[in-house]
């Protein structure tokens, strides 16, 4: 995909119906995606997202922690977290009405959901789809955090104007093998080809994203932060591991902006 189409896209989509505000680049960002795992409901979920709120109070004004929780959990969890922000795993796009089994936005914003992820590689949709949701997401103030599997369907996100795009090759997902040593190209062709697009979304990057040097090097090939899921929700110690990597986010980025 040619600089000329990618800058065509943006200006297509910025200009018929602008997007959501991208996300502060102020701070690192630390998204926790808790799937589906049995540590994602009720008080095992709960338990989690305290240790979150503990470590998003430690590191306040350092870094920003994102819990994507599913649906059923996110009324319990908001009511718990202030310092943390709870997104919603997926949305639909439709409005509230007759549309049984989908999840409307206003019902997630109802719950507690500050915003949602969109497209995980466990959930795709068409472009179409996210859209609407970035779109419709806007109107309502609040976030979208696109998932992406390359740096082209990365920059044709950007291009629909998200708060975030988060890049994450779908084979190193759970593998504990890191995109940041495994294929770090996909990650600074990312951030190259979203600059073109839209400069102002930040990207943060996924999939086998394990320990707090992991975390460091996302920072280093020029990501905001990082989107992990089975560090956290299957470590021994959660509070431990989302602290580890909080650290590590916030030292790279000093040593990266300072």
């Known amino acids: 995909m040619g600089t000329v189409l990618l800058s ?24 926790v995606n808790y799937k589906a795992y049995p540590t994602a409901f009720g008080e095992k979920g709960l338990a989690i997202a305290l240790a979150a ?14 819990l994507a929780v599913p649906a059923t959990e996110i009324a319990r969890i908001a009511e718990v977290v202030d310092a943390a922000t709870v997104y919603a795993q997926h949305a639909d796009p439709v409005e509230p009405g007759a549309h049984t089994g989908y999840l409307p936005l206003e019902a997630l914003k109802e719950a507690g959901a500050k915003g949602t992820l969109l497209n995980h590689s466990e959930h795709q949709v068409k472009l179409s789809h996210i859209d609407h949701v970035v779109h419709r997401a806007a109107t309502l103030g609040m976030e979208t955090m696109v998932c992406a599997d390359t740096p082209a369907a990365a920059a044709a996100a950007a ?7 988060a890049i994450e090759p779908p084979e190193l997902i759970g593998t504990g093998i890191p995109v940041s040593r495994a294929k770090p190209e996909i990650v600074t062709n ?3 080809m979203i600059q073109l697009v839209n400069p102002d979304i930040p990207v943060l990057t996924g999939a086998g994203i394990t320990s707090g040097d992991d975390a460091a090097a996302a920072i280093r090939l ?9 560090a956290v929700m299957k470590a021994k110690d ?3 591991k989302i602290r580890e990597l909080a650290e590590a986010l916030a030292n790279a980025w000093k040593e990266k902006h300072h």
């Open 8 to 31: 065509g896209l943006h200006a297509r989509y910025t200009t018929r119906s602008g997007g959501a505000a991208p996300m502060p680049k102020e701070v690192p960002v630390l998204a």
């Open 53 to 66: 709120e503990k470590v998003a109070e430690e590191y306040s004004g350092q870094v920003r922690i994102v």
């Open 159 to 165: 291009a629909l104007s998200p708060t975030a795009v």
């Open 190 to 192: 990312t951030v190259k």
């Open 222 to 230: 020029g990501t905001v932060g990082v989107l992990v899921a089975s």
């Open 238 to 240: 959660p509070e431990a």
